[in-house]
């Protein structure tokens, strides 16, 4: 397969917002605005016909042969994190690309239509919220629930989106009808070191882990470190180290459903060599994709807090910060997937992603797929972020079939006179 046509795009796409290190693309910022006139121009070129939407999503459509049916959709986003990698969310968006430019080649033509969509501020990198623009397309996203973000300098999500030229009031407006689409797939890099360990291509994602929050405190008594006796203190870190391990226990007796567990926040008050530790500070973070597995952890933690409160004498309270439904992806959207994978003689496994991505809030509404490509090392949101390029061979070979197929592309190829009179090529 030649992949010199995507490499080049590719290169030339991670200029914008290049630094000394790793690619910095922030939501709604010049290099993000940069990113998506490089786009458009590609797809332009491509022939296609471009809108963006009032939330910044970019729109690309090749056209079927019959355009009331509903467009066969794959896309991904071309923000990045301070100092990110180079294949999160631009490997899913000029992939895409890449299939539609070979179709055109090829001169193929499709009964759907087919768009490319490029999503707006999906790295919560920013604003501290993530995927804003697929949650407007699904319609998920509430204008007051975003009015007050801000970034770091204080510039509001509104002042930022402006800057841009695109109209926050209108960000609802974004929200597309079922009928528009009839499926969504992205490809992304797996930003985990499962693939690559297990030496496969591709990753067929089942579901799309979702946190469940809590903020806790355990609290003890502070005193002096030097005249208490071991057997008379209340040292909260203690109960908290307890907790920790407690909860590192039923993760992993639920790792064969995916969940994990972090404890990413840990404050120790009042903090200093000689008092024993009166205040602990917890922020702990739950993820799967099954539900039930998810509340079989949080079972196994409060029976934790129970027993620390019960033998150490500490009390604790905590507070749920969010719980979110698991996403789960259709199951016939997998099996297409796994089918094209063994028809291309191609390596695969399912897998559940502990990230987010654009294809959970499309998969609200629509039926998605999303397709998994390694990630060496595991790295992702880092300048060292890698994907070797027969991978994404793997993967675009993969995306290429899917579109072909759920937007049946016809048997015999156009005429070539047809792909000039369209513009294709
Ligand atoms: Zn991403």
Redesign the pocket.
């Known amino acids: 397969m030649n992949l010199t046509r995507f490499e080049q795009t590719l290169q030339e796409m991670n200029r914008i917002g290049a630094l000394d290190k790793g690619v910095t693309r922030l939501a709604y910022t010049r290099e993000e605005q940069q990113a998506r006139e490089y786009f458009v121009f590609l797809c332009k070129r491509a022939g296609l016909q471009v809108r963006i939407d009032p939330c910044g999503n970019v729109i690309a459509r090749r056209e079927g042969r019959n355009p009331q049916l509903p467009a066969v959709a794959c896309g991904?986003?071309l923000d990045t994190v301070i100092q990110g990698g180079r294949f999160?969310?631009t490997l899913?968006v000029l992939a895409a690309l890449e299939v539609v430019e070979r179709l055109n080649e090829k001169g193929i033509e499709t009964e759907h239509p087919i768009e490319i969509i490029s999503f707006a501020c999906?790295?919560s990198a920013r604003f501290g919220v993530s995927t804003i623009g697929s949650k407007a397309m699904a319609g998920l996203l509430k204008k007051e629930q975003i009015a007050d973000l801000k970034d770091k300098h204080g510039i509001s999500i509104e002042t930022a989106m402006s800057e841009c030229s695109f109209d926050f009031e209108r960000v609802e407006q974004a929200k597309r009808k079922k009928e528009e689409l009839c499926v969504f797939f992205e490809l992304?890099?797996e930003?985990g070191p499962i693939l690559e360990q297990e030496q496969v291509h591709i990753g067929i994602v089942s579901g799309i882990a979702a946190p469940t929050r809590l903020h806790v405190h355990v609290q003890g008594k502070a005193s002096h470190s030097g005249t208490t006796p071991m057997d008379l203190r209340q040292d909260a870190l203690l109960g908290a180290a307890e907790i920790a391990l407690q909860l590192e226990l039923a993760a992993k007796a639920e790792q064969d459903q995916g969940t994990v567990a972090t404890i990413g926040v840990c404050e120790v008050k009042p903090g200093a060599m000689n008092v024993i530790p009166d205040l602990v500070e917890l922020k702990i973070d739950i993820r799967g994709s099954s539900v039930s597995s998810k509340a079989e952890v949080l079972r196994k933690l409060m029976h934790a807090f129970e027993t620390v409160r019960y033998e150490r004498g500490l009390e604790i309270e905590w507070h749920l910060l969010s719980d979110e439904q698991p996403v789960l992806l259709k199951q016939e959207i997998a099996s297409s997937i796994e089918h094209s994978c063994k028809k291309l003689g191609i390596s695969y496994r399912h897998m559940s992603s502990g990230?987010g991505?654009?294809a959970m809030n499309m998969a609200r509404v629509w039926p998605t797929g999303l397709i998994f490509v390694p990630s060496a090392d595991g790295l992702s949101h880092h300048p060292d972020e890698f994907t070797a390029m027969a991978d994404i061979a793997a993967g675009i070979a993969v995306l290429e079939e899917e579109v072909m197929k759920w937007a049946g592309a016809s048997e015999s190829a156009a005429s070539l006179q047809e792909i000039t009179a369209k513009g294709w090529i």
């Open positions: 991904s986003h999160d969310g899913g999906e790295e992304h890099i930003q990230a991505h654009d």
